[in-house]
């Protein structure tokens, strides 16, 4: 079995950096929380074998940009949210549907904005190390 996985969430921040320098990708974007990635590995090693490909993705589906300025509002990130409607520099090209499933798909349950909010809530547990 094969699990095809969109972009994690966890990489948004690098991704909002890129964006800065080179521009955001536009087309549709659907990043997972790396926990849901996790449970669907999991479920897969346990379950009966089978042949074939399953993606998994966010339940949540947007235009790339929108995807990044949300999340750059959500972290209280301050930097220009107007988006600059060119490729980002690892990508040649990024057509509509390069980022997320064509098909059918099984989506997670941690949403961009609930994961944002644990991400914070993390931040603000963890003491400071200097």
Do not use: C, G, R, V
């Given at each position: 079995m094969v699990i095809r996985s969109t972009q994690f969430m966890e990489f948004l921040g690098n991704i909002a950096d890129e964006g800065q320098e080179d521009g955001v990708a536009t087309g549709l974007f659907q990043p997972i929380a790396a926990n849901d990635v996790a449970a669907f590995v999991a479920e897969a090693a346990v379950a009966a074998p089978r042949n074939g490909?399953?993606?998994i993705a966010e339940p949540e589906r947007a235009p790339f940009d929108e995807?990044?300025?949300s999340y750059l509002r959500l972290m209280s990130d301050d930097r220009p949210s107007t988006p600059i409607r060119r490729p980002i520099t690892s990508v040649e090209r990024v057509e509509r549907?390069?980022?997320v499933p064509t098909g059918e798909?099984?989506?997670g349950r941690i949403?961009?904005?609930d994961w944002v909010g644990r991400k914070l809530k993390t931040r603000a547990a963890t003491p400071c190390r200097e």
């Open positions: 490909t399953i993606e995807t990044i300025i549907l390069s980022l798909a099984q989506l949403k961009l904005a």
